[in-house]
């Protein structure tokens, strides 16, 4: 796997990817290399921690769908609805569960309190990949990148005095209240949130260039801290400790992110070899998983499958290191026991699926068209897994469902152009009236609107 903007790779747990495509083109989040990362077990931390706090605020858990952005700045927002943007930089800075918890309650107050209701309507039907590129193009305004960049890609509008995810310091109290409103209902203190307040609050005086995003678009002053501060003391959960649940699963995300983003020599500063604890171990086998070192990655992850038989994700770890040695038929065994272990994830369908693809065995294609179409249904916008299935397609000589597939991917992408060269060629060899050539006829419908919305920018 590469972190790269130009080519994204559809291999394994940290899977750097953008919906399958170049994410944004603006200057700023190419100097930066941001990408996503797909990574079904801390997604569902991410989930976890916020799904109480979305009940608390009379919103539905279950339309949650988070995306980490490989990025070190600190930054966290919330777009298109119920969309939560996390950047890994933060959940690495963090010092505890309470801290992410206390910012994701933060953003849930902005939806409650309507303070995404300004932003442009097309923002809660674009993909991922189109809200991340309108969403580096105004950060590279703000950083000093121009108006001319935002204003490209945010479709010719005036750019606003931060950016569009920019909110009044007023804006900002009532979201902190509304989050520790949240926070109380669930029965957690608001400490973190301060906690986080004060980390980010040195920052400001900072010059724009050098600050986190989340302190361009959450202008932080004394007062907010304060106010805070006052309520969470009349707070009866104001003492409340994080659970040892969300301790676990925060150990087990900064140990992944640090090992397999960090590089070895950083993550064997923290986690050394007479570090044998799970955290320990996990850190390092990503480390040398990375490093290419397989054969120690490997031996790490043998002695944790051994320990823990029943965690899907250490067999999905050994699965994608097997993967990249070259290993394809050995992979597909430790993939379908992650998959068996959490037939609810999508994220470890796919690699069964995109394994039952790469072996080459014609035999296999239909498992591989069934796994892939679900997971299509649980993530339509999810380009690496149309790729694998038009791919799948192909191989089976069914070209115009092949076709379909490519077109679902571009328009994805964000690319009229091909999406309707793709669905128009898949009307021609479909069955006419079927349900797959009806598609074809929404995609092309869909891709002359989003070509028409391109041309008046």
């Known amino acids: 796997m590469r972190r790269s903007l130009r080519r994204s790779l559809a291999v394994g747990c940290l899977l750097l990817t953008a919906a399958g495509t170049v994410l944004p083109t603006a200057a700023e989040a190419q100097r930066r290399g941001a990408s996503l990362v797909r990574d079904a077990e801390i997604e569902n931390t991410i989930r976890a921690y916020a799904a109480p706090l979305f009940g608390a605020a009379g919103l539905s858990g279950e339309a949650i769908s988070v995306h980490l952005v490989n990025d070190r700045t600190l930054n966290a927002f919330v777009a298109g609805g119920q969309r939560i943007f996390v950047n890994t930089g933060l959940l690495i800075r963090a010092e505890r569960p309470g801290q992410v918890i206390g910012v994701l309650a933060h953003e849930i107050g902005h939806i409650s309190g309507g303070h995404l209701a300004r ?16 969403l580096f193009g105004a950060a590279a305004a703000v950083a000093g990148s121009g108006e001319a960049a935002a204003a490209a890609v945010l479709g010719g509008q005036q750019v606003a005095e931060r950016s569009f995810l920019a909110f009044t310091r007023s804006q900002e109290s009532a979201a902190d209240q509304a989050g520790a409103t949240y926070l109380e209902q669930t029965g957690q203190s608001a400490s973190g949130l301060v906690e986080f307040l004060r980390i980010i609050g040195g920052q400001e005086a900072l010059a724009v260039e050098r600050q986190d995003p989340y302190v361009r678009s959450h202008p ?131 690699g069964v699926g995109q394994r039952l693809v790469a072996m080459n ?55 009229a152009r091909d999406a309707e060269g793709q669905a128009e060629r898949a009307v021609r060899l479909l069955k006419e009236g079927s349900p797959s050539w009806l598609r074809a006829q929404d995609i092309i419908a869909a891709a002359k609107d989003l070509r028409r919305q391109q041309q008046r920018r």
């Open 119 to 134: 932003m442009y309507d097309a923002i809660d039907t674009a993909s991922t990949a189109m809200i991340l590129s309108m």
């Open 220 to 350: 932080l002053t004394p007062d907010r801290v304060a106010a805070l501060e006052s309520r969470m003391q009349r707070s009866p959960s104001r003492n409340a400790k994080d659970s040892p649940a969300d301790i676990e699963r925060f150990r087990r995300m900064q140990a992944k992110l640090v090992g397999y983003l960090e590089g070895l020599p950083v993550t064997l500063r923290k986690y050394p070899e007479s570090d044998t604890s799970l955290y320990g171990r996990y850190a390092r086998a990503f480390a040398y998983f990375r490093a290419l070192d397989f054969q120690r990655g490997l031996a790490e992850t043998d002695s944790l499958i051994r320990d823990y038989p029943n965690d899907p994700y250490f067999h999905e770890l050994k699965a994608d290191i097997l993967l990249n040695m070259g290993r394809v038929a050995d992979s597909l065994p430790p993939a379908q026991e992650a998959y068996r272990l959490a037939p609810n994830e999508p994220l470890l369908a796919f």
């Open 361 to 415: 065995d014609d035999s296999r294609l239909d498992e591989a068209v069934a796994i892939l179409r679900q997971v299509t249904l649980r993530e339509p916008d999810s380009g690496a897994a149309w790729q694998q299935l038009a791919t799948a397609y192909g191989r089976k000589n069914d070209i115009g469902m092949a076709s379909l597939a490519s077109a679902e991917r571009y328009l994805v992408m964000g690319s």
